[in-house]
C-alpha cells in the first residue's frame, strides 16, 4: 500500500464491517444470514418447548403402565390450533408438545415470509416473486381442507 493512503479512514471502504453495505439486510449476504439465524432460532425454541412437553410428559404420566392391548388415539383436542392454544393455558404436556411442533412447521413459513420482505428491500423482483409464489403455496396448502 503506498503511503499516504489510508483505506480505513473511510467507512464505506470496509474499515469497520458494522459499517457501510454490509450492515443489516443492505446486501443478499446480510440476508441470507439473517434468515440463517431465523431459522436457529426457531428450531432451537421449538425444541426446547418440545423438551419441556416432554419433561412435563414424563412427570405427569411417567410411572404409568402402558397398555398395548388398545389403541389410544391422540385427543381430540389436539386436532386444531385453538384446541392446542386451550390446553397450552392448562400446562397440557400432550398441548405443549404439539405446540412445538406447531412451532417448527412456521418457522420455514415465517422464513419465506422473511425472505418475500427481504427480497423486495433488497428491490430484487426475480427472488422476491419466486419467494412470493412459494408462499403463495406453502398459504393454499395450509387451508386447503378436504
Known sequence: MAEGSDLGSNPGLGSDPGLGNDAGLGNDQGLEMAMGRMLQIGVTVAALVVLSGG?????????????????HGAPAGLASVD??????SQFDPQ???AFGIL???ATPICR??????GF???????????????????????????
Open 95 to 97: 398441548s405443549v408438545i
Open 55 to 71: 419433561v412435563l410428559y414424563l412427570k405427569q404420566f411417567g410411572g404409568a403402565q402402558p397398555d398395548y392391548r388398545h389403541f
Open 112 to 117: 419465506v415470509i422473511f425472505g418475500v420482505v
Open 120 to 146: 423486495a428491500l433488497l428491490r430484487d423482483r426475480f427472488y422476491a416473486g419466486v419467494s412470493a409464489v412459494v408462499l403463495g403455496i406453502l398459504l393454499f396448502s395450509f387451508f386447503l381442507r378436504r
Open 103 to 105: 412451532l417448527l412447521i
Open 83 to 88: 384446541g392446542i392454544l386451550s390446553g397450552m
